[in-house]
């Protein structure tokens, strides 16, 4: 075996091991990032609201939680605000004892997050009605529920268990007229968990923009 051989079959298995470990690593992250799973415990987190307030998830065992990953100023979470359709969710739905837990998993810089006083402002512009507001700089409560979009919907139950994920509705569009024709996948899952129920739909393919990591 000659020199140039040797240079060739070794830069080869450099190449090759460079990949896995590369691939191994991606495999890693997207394990990271879906840890969670319909039918089963919801992952605890602590997250402050816009007050200052720390919220764990396991502070609301034996309440409905709904989190609704959060950006104003995304087209398609406009479309449920500007229609007054997010908020009637989260006013109905509160006044029936279940916690609603908007969250920004938005990075500082990013479209999306505000500071503190503005953030303030513009839940009153948006006349935003949850239990709390909660603030994801660092996106890990965001990464640890795998929120792809905003809005990207999750329902657990009083148990804590994970019944339902995805998108708000069927319709993956940014037009408010749409809504009243969509079949709303939130509402039809409290709904039937109220109700003591089986969820019909337990996950669906979130729409939206990216959440801005």
Not at 57 to 72: A, H, P, R, T
Not at 121 to 149: C, H, N, Q
Request: glycine residues 8%; aromatic residues 8%; positive net charge.
């Amino acid at each position: 075996m000659n020199k140039m051989t040797k240079t060739f079959i070794i830069s080869a298995m450099l190449l090759i091991g460079i990949g896995a470990l590369a691939f191994s690593q991606e495999a890693a992250k997207e394990t990271a990032i879906a840890s969670v799973a319909i039918d089963q415990p919801a992952p605890d987190f602590a997250l402050k609201d816009v007050n200052g307030k720390e919220h764990k998830l396991s502070d609301y065992k034996g309440k409905y939680v709904v989190l609704e990953w959060v950006n104003y100023d995304c087209p398609f979470v406009k479309k449920h605000y500007s229609a007054g359709n997010m908020q009637g969710l989260q006013s109905g739905f509160t006044k029936k004892d279940a916690v609603w837990l908007s969250i920004c998993s938005s990075a500082p810089g990013k479209q999306g997050h505000f500071p503190t006083a503005d953030l303030k402002k513009r839940m009153e512009t948006e006349k935003s009605a949850p239990s709390a507001y909660l603030i994801d700089e660092s996106g890990s409560v965001g990464k640890l529920y795998g929120a792809k979009t905003t809005p990207h919907m999750f329902v657990i139950d009083q148990k804590g268990v994970l019944r339902y994920a995805g998108a708000i509705d069927d319709t993956p569009s940014t037009k408010a007229s749409d809504i009243a024709s969509s079949t709303n996948y939130v509402s039809s899952a409290l709904d039937a968990l109220i109700a003591g129920k089986p969820v019909g739909t337990k996950s669906s393919t979130p729409y939206g923009c990216s959440v801005k990591y």
